[in-house]
């Protein structure tokens, strides 16, 4: 039975809620402890490493907590309504630290309610991409709400992208970090609400009863999943070139482009970036895919960021002012961005199959939650690799510098020149090569594979 119309809307707005709420704590935590509170740049990048590292052993074990799960409502829904009502409390806290803290106190809170708020995001991510297996046939079908899901969480980041910086501001009458904890709030509401929708209209139509497997069952299957960990690698990579860029991004049109309206250029960049990212996943994309296969929709998009970055640089180094101008990478790079997600969501759903067949395994769960804890080591990455930045080359609006000290601050904005794009560049390359030699699930590939799983399953009734 196909699915409605209804329930591809209610699962587009948990994904719209989830990455509104994922892409605030990426893009703007760095920049909510360190620049506003005044917490070390080194610091928070460790903080946010370690939380990281934590989620290494959190993200697999709830993988296999959703598998276990056996209730009235299905394996996921009760933990997807849970983990959001939990991490939309968590994300509230995280923007709302007590004034009467600092120092070693305002690094601790930062600590604690990051951690505890990537668990219970952890709790509500997991089930829901592990859905799109569960009541999805293979091919077309789950590509295509695949595609719709990624295309409104597209929608949900560009919306934060976007409005942030325009909302924090007037949110607290100049006072930022006012305008945080009251933009979290409202964020937070609507976090619940859309995944409460979510819950009610969507139903898992069919899963597979299999024995659970232990944690170390389930690394030694994700290990022997080749097609898996290709395509876990590669959103690593990809993932962790474009939030070095988005985690330094406002650091750049606040010091380095600089100005006294910089908000405004910076909201402006944002806006039209958004919006490119949104029509990338709903036009874009779809109209490439009429014409070419989505593997080389794939190399054609690493080819648009590349250039994007290239452009970018270039641009950097001209001593521009003309926010405009930016609008030509900021194309490239988001247009990229939003393929790409959609792209790599699309070839981790195929590795659940390829698994099946290969080690008699349908973990959904498993596949799925290494997806989120790979994408939120990303961020952990870019957030520390940026906060290195922000620390080795202290940057500064002080236009008053003289003599060495202006070799410092020219110094400063190279550096975070440098590394808001030669490292993604880096990153990107290494990632279409990795995903050139060990990605072998073609369109073909997959829908024998599909053919083969379904008569295994025969066989086995």
């Known amino acids: 039975m196909k699915l409605s119309g209804r329930e591809k809307v209610s699962y587009g707005l948990g994904a719209v809620g989830k990455d509104m709420v994922y892409m605030l704590s990426a893009s703007y935590i760095l920049y909510y402890y360190q620049d506003i509170l005044g917490v070390s740049a080194i610091a928070m990048g460790a903080i946010l490493m370690a939380a990281r590292v934590f989620d290494a052993f959190n993200d697999p074990i709830m993988g296999v907590i959703v598998a276990k799960t056996r209730t009235r409502w299905g394996k996921f829904r009760p933990w997807l309504l849970i983990g959001t009502i ?88 100049g006072d930022e970090r006012v305008g945080f904890r009251l933009f979290a709030l409202i964020i937070a509401v609507l976090f619940v609400l859309f995944t409460t929708i979510t819950c009610i209209n969507i139903r898992e139509k069919s899963t597979v009863d299999m024995e659970t497997p232990s944690v170390g069952q389930m690394f030694r299957a994700l290990l022997s999943n080749d097609q898996a960990m290709a395509v876990v690698i590669t959103i690593v990579l990809i993932n962790c070139s474009i939030y070095i860029t988005s985690n330094l991004v406002i650091y750049f049109f606040k010091y380095d482009f600089g100005g006294a309206n910089w908000n405004d250029s910076y909201s402006l960049f944002n806006t039209f970036g958004g919006a490119i990212q949104i029509l990338s996943m709903m036009l874009f994309f779809p109209l490439l895919r009429k014409f070419m296969t989505a593997i080389r929709v794939f190399y054609v998009s690493f080819a ?158």
């Open 86 to 173: 939990l991490n939309a409390v968590m994300l509230y806290l995280m923007f709302a630290a007590p004034p009467a803290l600092d120092g070693s106190g305002l690094i601790a809170y930062a600590a604690v309610t990051y951690i505890v708020w990537g668990v219970t995001y952890t709790m509500m991510d997991i089930p829901y991409w592990s859905m799109i297996p569960a009541f999805t046939e293979g091919g077309r079908e789950r590509e295509g709400l695949s595609t719709l899901a990624r295309s409104c969480a597209g929608v949900g980041s560009a919306v934060i992208t976007i409005i942030t910086m325009i909302c924090v501001p007037r949110l607290g009458a």
């Open 304 to 461: 648009m960021a590349i250039v994007g970055y290239i452009v970018l640089l270039a641009l950097a180094f001209t001593n521009m002012s003309n926010v405009f101008l930016l609008f030509i990478p900021g194309f490239f790079i988001f247009a990229a961005n939003g393929m790409l997600t959609v792209l790599t969501t699309v070839f981790l759903a195929n590795t659940v199959d390829y698994g099946e067949l290969k080690n008699n395994r349908r973990d959904e769960s498993v596949i799925f939650s290494m997806q989120t804890f790979v994408v939120k080591l990303a961020s952990g990455v870019a957030a520390l690799i940026a906060s290195i930045c922000l620390s080795v080359f202290h940057l500064s609006d002080d236009t008053s510098a003289v003599g060495a000290e202006v070799e410092t601050a020219v110094s400063s904005v190279v550096g975070l020149r440098m590394t808001m794009t030669v490292i993604p560049i880096i990153g990107l390359l290494i990632a279409v090569f990795l995903f050139h030699k060990k990605y072998i699930l073609t369109e073909e590939k997959v829908h024998e594979i599909a053919a083969q799983v379904k008569e295994k399953r025969a066989a086995e009734k």
